[in-house]
Every structure is written in structure tokens, then in C-alpha cells.
């Protein structure tokens, strides 16, 4: 089987799954980060392993991206994701797909230089497509897409976070 026919089983599949049982489709995303020393975090997901630094002009060693790196790849690769199920599903062949992220960012509020809000300025991404299709049925997917990309929702729209402490004493050495 084709790989875009495949995938578009597997999505049609499970799309009907979770129609006809909700709950399949819902659950808690959990990821474990913990500071390792310096700025360094190890980041567990499962059976996935990441590190997290800060390059050495903010304080840390470089020994893995910044976590803006993480949360802008998290964002392009999900559109990019999106777009090749979207495409399947609507019969669309891409032959080349890129999704560049852009994101305008001031660090003095991170540094308490400033009361401005700490986060993005504003955030772009740039799709390019190679496609043997006409545009109007690219844009369909692209549209599609985005209206049911779970990353792009995330950064378009405010959250509910909360935060939750729990502060323990280190065990006495002996």
C-alpha cells in the first residue's frame, strides 16, 4: 500500500474510532523535566530522552536546544503533520512540504527589565508546498488543517495553566 493511502487509513480509522467512543480520544499528556545542573534539563516522554540548555551568552553550556527551539519545532512539525494527514484524506499530493517558524521575541522581560509580558511578540510560520495539484485544493488541505491543529489552537489561544507546588526536605546524610 501507498504510503499517503495508508495514512489516510490509518486516519479515517482512527476518526471513526473516536467518533463512535469519545473517550479514546482523550486523555493526560505528561513529561517529566528535570535540572540536571547549570541550566541543563533532561526531558523524559515516554520512551523519548531529550535535553534542554541554554546557550553559554544566557548562562548555560549548550549542550541541548533552548526551549524555544522545542516549542517552535512543536508547532512547524505539527502543521506539517497535519497537512500530510489532511492531504491524504482529501487526495492531495504533496510532492515537497516545508513549514518555517518565525517568532518575533524581547528577552528583558525574562530578565525583569521591563513589566511587558514575557512571552512572543508574534508568531508566523511560512508553509511552502510542491504540489502537481491546483492551488484551490492545496489551500483546502492547508485551511483544514489548520482549523484542527491541536500546537497552532495552543499558541493562537489563551490556556487555562495552573500551577501545582510540592516543596519536600532533602533526606539527611549521614
Known amino acids: 500500500m501507498e504510503?499517503?493511502?495508508?495514512?489516510?487509513?490509518?486516519?479515517?480509522?482512527?476518526?471513526?474510532a473516536m467518533t463512535l467512543r469519545p473517550a479514546l480520544a482523550q486523555g493526560t499528556a505528561k513529561t517529566k523535566v528535570t535540572l540536571r545542573?547549570?541550566?541543563t534539563c533532561d526531558v523524559e516522554d515516554g520512551n523519548w530522552k531529550m535535553i534542554v540548555?541554554?546557550?553559554?551568552?544566557?548562562?548555560?553550556?549548550?549542550?541541548?536546544?533552548?526551549?524555544?527551539?522545542?516549542?517552535?519545532?512543536?508547532?512547524?512539525?505539527?502543521?506539517?503533520?497535519?497537512?500530510?494527514?489532511?492531504?491524504?484524506?482529501?487526495?492531495?499530493a504533496f510532492t515537497k512540504l516545508e513549514v518555517e517558524v518565525q517568532a518575533d521575541y524581547d528577552s528583558r522581560p525574562n530578565h525583569g527589565v521591563t513589566d511587558d509580558p514575557p512571552g512572543?511578540?508574534?508568531?508566523?510560520?511560512i508553509v511552502t508546498v510542491e504540489s502537481d495539484a491546483p492551488e484551490a485544493a492545496v489551500m483546502r488541505v492547508l485551511d483544514q488543517a489548520d482549523a484542527c491543529s491541536p500546537l497552532r489552537d495552543d499558541f493562537a489561544r489563551a490556556l487555562d495553566?495552573?500551577?501545582?507546588?510540592r516543596v519536600t526536605n532533602p533526606e539527611p546524610r549521614t
Open 120 to 125: 512572543y511578540r508574534q508568531v508566523r510560520y
Open 37 to 39: 545542573d547549570g541550566l
Open 161 to 165: 495553566v495552573r500551577r501545582e507546588v
Open 3 to 16: 504510503r499517503s493511502a495508508q495514512i489516510k487509513e490509518t486516519f479515517e480509522r482512527n476518526a471513526k
Open 53 to 92: 540548555d541554554m546557550s553559554p551568552k544566557s548562562g548555560g553550556d549548550s549542550r541541548g536546544p533552548d526551549p524555544g527551539v522545542y516549542g517552535r519545532a512543536a508547532l512547524g512539525s505539527c502543521l506539517a503533520i497535519g497537512y500530510t494527514l489532511w492531504a491524504a484524506k482529501l487526495g492531495v
